[in-house]
């Protein structure tokens, strides 16, 4: 799960992090007040959506006026800001943060992630800050730092003063750069987050460091044991359509294509979504619809493949050991009565209750196109696709 900026910064503080002074803003006015509550000469209207690369795309604005704040407020609020990072759909800005502006002497990237492979955290850091990380690796590949961290002592003082030596600090800066990195590596710890990033990471001209921006995601596992983060998030940033699946238990990714899928098993599911490519179709979805799938919860499957206006045509492979497939087949026979389902639908059944499922299927007097194998299933439904596409194109 992902915050905004300002969530994070807020946290940041409570572990011993500087960040500028802000505050939130739902209106161009309230902005305006804001800023009048921070004094000083010069503000930053930051646009909170889940998504870095903001300030590229008109989300990140420096103003020396209340006209300006004003006018910045009333351009970010309501739109649909899109950054590199977030599609072309863009994401909605619901909010404003307001902050006092940060005279910048150097930008820094600090970064602290969950290495799967390490099985570790670790801490990379770059003097080239401001750019995003992809663009340091590319440009300046040899600025990068990189630090693992040992979990059986967490990370060491002398570790983070380390870091901050390569970044070539001064001497002044190097006891809060330890800080800020510290604090970091406490706060991903204790609040069980898989990702950490500043960037920048400032040193201002009156020599002190700053987190300028934030950004923090929390493993979803955990999430249970955070309820204070659990409240941070903002259903609004993301994926409607995955927002309805898992809050209703099923296990959903959204994709680009057109063919939705509803399977059984993540491997399956997975091995599916190679086999529509290779029938030269795109899949819409990943949904594993989990064992002991009721027909109640295949009816819900097929809403939620539904939520996404892409969907074309449904292919359904179920390989049954716990599941049985007659209860499949009277899912799909009342997803396509109840919601009048229009375009091919594709079905594979094998394992318990096989012959009942067929059965119920044939009986249905439903024009579901029935399949033997997964290869065979990947060409029926990315065929009838096509020929659905034809048709109406004719
Ligand atoms: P992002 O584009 O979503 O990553 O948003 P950031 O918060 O990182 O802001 C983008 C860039 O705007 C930063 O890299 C800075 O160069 C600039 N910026 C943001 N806040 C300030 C500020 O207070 N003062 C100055 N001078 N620049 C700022
Ligand atoms: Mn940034």
Redesign the pocket.
Known sequence: MDIH?YQAKELLKRFGVQV?RGGIAYSPEQAVYRASELSGERW?V?AQIH??????AG??R?CSTEEEISDAAHWMLGRRLVTHQTGPQGKLVGRLYV?E????AQ?IYLGLVMDRKLERVVVVASAQG?MEIEEISANEPDSIIRSVVDPAVGMQAFQAREIAFSLGLEPPMIAQAVKTILGCYALMSEMDANMVEI??MVVTRSGEIVA??AKISFDDNALFRRPEISELRDKSQEDSRETFAEDRGLSYIGLEGEIGCIVNGAGLAMATLDMIKMSGGEPANFLDVGGGASPDRVLMSFKAVLNDPNVEAILVNIFAGINRCDWIAEGVVRAMRELELQMPVVVRLSGTNVEEGRKILAESGLAVIPAETLADAADKVVGAWKDAKFKEAS
Request: aromatic share 0%.
């Open positions: 900026e500028p930053v930051k998504s870095g690369a903001r300030g590229k989300g990140v420096i902050e502006a940060t005279n910048i930008e401001g960037n920048p300028l921006d």
